[in-house]
């Protein structure tokens, strides 16, 4: 029995050694640059020198209040361009809690995702702190998904080429939290994006990584990435995973995948879906037949996105439409269709239009053949002109609507187009200034918002009172009083078609 119990003892007294030399070694244990010198020069004044020119080259910031971005993780000669006009939405006068990396495996496949927690990133531009203390938070807490698993990390390319933009733009003295998914599970990406989604706010940023077509010809990658890069900007999970289907099934000459970070993409919408705020925006496209190293025969295909959110409150009793604005806008959705059934894109020249069609705010597209539905898609989108949201919402009615097939050329002769336009959202303190029939309501709290269009307590006969709980508690999952304590917001349907 002495001889068990000095064993016992030796055997605690080994396992405390070897977690207090574990947690040394997460101290200890940087990881160091792999794709430098492969992917970008490893030469720390060539690679300020080429960030330099990659920025001066890049589109200019557009974006307010930034929540996350899309970048590409190719050799910088072939997409560093697009990269920097991602990076270039920063704020750089923000100083961010955490810079959340996360990026898809390209080189194993293992359960659930692997965060570093072993010690800090460097690149040829210096170290880089990782937040360990909360990457081991994540994994301690959540161990059916996250691991502690550094090999995963060792040899991938698709976090550490975006670290220099980072450094460049916002120095050394930053947070990252970098996140390798090594699952093709949709279950277990919307567990980490539950898992991560309460660091999605204005103190963190989220940096995610991915190309998109590979290998096809320089025009099917164009076709590929522009459907793809508008099923991501309707953030709707669904529509991007049936997008990805549908061009898999096209057997596009050549074309491996769609979207090589489509994991680490579809986390991120799983994360944004329910919040009716988000804006996705296109930054820029190219692709690798674009840079002077690249050809047109087999190119990859890479997209800057730009995820942001932002309230605005003007009143909507400011907000008018002409009838000349009305038949303009009804005649850019048709021409809108037109030409990307036609030529897969489209052109837009706002020079024309009135302060009223440029103004941000909401829409709905909805499509008809013979009175039958044919597809609907809108936004509540509060910080993008009105003319941008009817392009992308008659693309994605004629296209992305999951409950039907996409719009063909000869379908689309007998189409009639309506569009819903809804007014700049107006905060209001008291549903005393809801008028039912009149107004339609948008609850928010927190990352839960619900909405009900003006015409349901017309065809329900609710009162007032009706109208804002059931929104609270059906729409916004908040409960049935949950308003009392949320933001309240009213807006105004302006309905037209071509009927």
Same mark, same amino acid.
């Given at each position: 029995?002495?001889?068990?119990? =000095?064993?016992?003892?030796?055997?605690?007294?080994?396992?405390?050694?070897?977690?207090?030399?574990?947690? !040394?070694?997460?101290?200890?244990?940087?990881? *160091?640059?792999?794709?430098?010198?492969?992917?970008?020069?490893?030469?720390?004044?060539?690679?300020?020198?080429?960030?330099?020119?990659?920025?001066?080259?890049?589109?200019? =910031?557009?974006?307010?209040?930034?929540?996350?971005?899309?970048?590409?993780? &190719?050799?910088?000669?072939?997409?560093?361009?697009?990269?920097?006009?991602?990076?270039?939405?920063?704020?750089?006068?923000?100083?961010?809690?955490? #810079?959340? #990396? #996360?990026?898809?495996?390209?080189?194993?496949?293992?359960?659930?995702? +692997?965060?570093?927690?072993?010690?800090?990133?460097?690149?040829?531009?210096?170290?880089?702190?990782?937040?360990?203390?909360?990457?081991?938070?994540?994994?301690?807490?959540?161990?059916?998904?996250?691991?502690?698993?550094?090999?995963?990390?060792?040899?991938?390319?698709?976090?550490?080429?975006?670290?220099?933009?980072?450094?460049?733009?916002?120095?050394?003295?930053?947070?990252?939290?970098?996140?390798?998914?090594?699952? @093709?599970?949709? @279950?277990?990406?919307?567990?980490?994006?539950?898992?991560?989604?309460?660091?999605?706010?204005?103190?963190?940023?989220?940096?995610?990584?991915?190309?998109?077509?590979?290998?096809?010809?320089?025009?099917?990658?164009?076709?590929?990435? +522009?459907?793809?890069? +508008?099923?991501?900007?309707?953030?709707?999970?669904?529509?991007?995973?049936?997008?990805?289907?549908?061009?898999?099934?096209?057997?596009?000459?050549?074309?491996?995948?769609?979207?090589?970070?489509?994991?680490?993409?579809?986390?991120?919408?799983?994360?944004?879906?329910?919040?009716?705020?988000?804006?996705?925006?296109?930054?820029?496209?190219?692709?690798?037949?674009?840079?002077?190293?690249?050809?047109?025969?087999?190119?990859?295909?890479?997209?800057?996105?730009?995820?942001?959110?932002?309230? !605005?409150?003007?009143?909507?009793?400011?907000?008018?439409?002409?009838?000349?604005?009305?038949?303009?806008?009804?005649?850019? &959705? /048709?021409?809108?269709?037109? =030409?990307?059934?036609?030529?897969?894109?489209?052109?837009?020249?706002?020079?024309?239009?009135?302060?009223?069609?440029? *103004?941000?705010?909401?829409?709905?597209? *909805?499509?008809?053949?013979?009175?039958?539905? /044919?597809? $609907?898609?809108?936004?509540?989108?509060?910080?993008?002109?009105?003319? !941008?949201?009817?392009?992308?919402?008659?693309?994605?009615?004629?296209?992305?609507?999951? /409950?039907?097939?996409?719009?063909?050329?000869?379908?689309?002769?007998?189409?009639?187009?309506?569009?819903?336009?809804?007014?700049?959202?107006?905060?209001?303190?008291?549903?005393?200034?809801? *008028?039912?029939?009149?107004?339609?309501?948008?609850?928010?709290?927190?990352?839960?918002?619900?909405?009900?269009?003006?015409?349901? &307590?017309?065809?329900?006969?609710?009162?007032?009172?009706?109208?804002?709980? /059931? $929104?609270?508690?059906?729409?916004?999952?908040?409960?049935?009083?949950?308003? !009392?304590?949320?933001?309240?917001?009213?807006?105004?349907?302006?309905?037209?078609?071509?009927?």
């Amino acid at each position: 029995m002495k001889y068990i119990n =000095n064993l016992f003892l030796i055997l605690i007294l080994f396992l405390m050694l070897n977690c207090n030399s574990q947690q !040394k070694n997460i101290n200890m244990m940087n990881r *160091t640059p792999y794709a430098a010198g492969k992917f970008y020069t490893n030469n720390k004044t060539e690679l300020t020198k080429e960030l330099q020119q990659l920025f001066s080259k890049a589109e200019p =910031n557009s974006t307010k209040n930034l929540l996350a971005i899309i970048s590409p993780h &190719a050799g910088y000669v072939f997409s560093g361009q697009v990269a920097a006009s991602a990076f270039n939405q920063i704020d750089t006068t923000k100083k961010y809690e955490n #810079i959340f #990396i #996360i990026a898809s495996s390209h080189v194993m496949l293992f359960d659930g995702a +692997s965060v570093y927690c072993n010690g800090n990133y460097e690149t040829p531009l210096g170290e880089v702190k990782v937040n360990t203390e909360l990457a081991l938070k994540l994994v301690n807490g959540n161990k059916d998904v996250f691991q502690n698993y550094p090999e995963p990390h060792y040899k991938e390319h698709s976090i550490e080429v975006q670290i220099p933009f980072l450094q460049y733009k916002l120095g050394n003295n930053l947070q990252i939290v970098p996140i390798i998914i090594g699952t @093709d599970s949709v @279950d277990v990406l919307k567990e980490i994006a539950n898992i991560l989604k309460p660091y999605f706010n204005s103190k963190n940023l989220f940096v995610i990584s991915s190309d998109f077509s590979h290998y096809p010809s320089y025009t099917d990658a164009q076709s590929a990435d +522009s459907h793809t890069t +508008s099923a991501i900007i309707t953030n709707n999970p669904d529509v991007l995973i049936a997008t990805l289907s549908k061009n898999n099934a096209k057997n596009i000459n050549k074309l491996v995948t769609s979207l090589c970070g489509w994991t680490s993409v579809l986390t991120l919408m799983y994360i944004t879906e329910k919040n009716q705020n988000i804006k996705y925006q296109k930054i820029q496209y190219q692709n690798s037949g674009d840079s002077f190293y690249g050809d047109k025969d087999g190119v990859v295909g890479y997209t800057a996105i730009a995820i942001s959110e932002k309230i !605005k409150t003007n009143d909507s009793s400011d907000f008018k439409l002409s009838e000349d604005d009305k038949t303009i806008l009804l005649k850019f &959705a /048709r021409n809108t269709i037109n =030409n990307y059934l036609e030529k897969g894109k489209t052109k837009v020249d706002s020079t024309k239009f009135s302060n009223a069609v440029k *103004t941000s705010c909401g829409a709905f597209v *909805t499509l008809h053949i013979n009175d039958s539905l /044919r597809g $609907c898609v809108g936004s509540f989108s509060q910080n993008t002109p009105l003319y !941008k949201v009817i392009e992308e919402m008659a693309i994605a009615s004629a296209i992305h609507d999951t /409950r039907f097939n996409p719009v063909t050329k000869s379908e689309f002769e007998k189409i009639k187009i309506e569009i819903s336009v809804l007014t700049p959202l107006k905060k209001v303190s008291s549903i005393k200034e809801i *008028t039912l029939g009149k107004h339609g309501i948008y609850i928010k709290k927190g990352y839960n918002s619900g909405t009900f269009l003006p015409q349901v &307590a017309t065809e329900t006969g609710w009162t007032v009172e009706d109208f804002v709980s /059931r $929104c609270s508690q059906d729409k916004a999952g908040i409960g049935w009083d949950g308003w !009392k304590n949320a933001e309240l917001y009213t807006y105004e349907a302006i309905v037209f078609s071509e009927k």
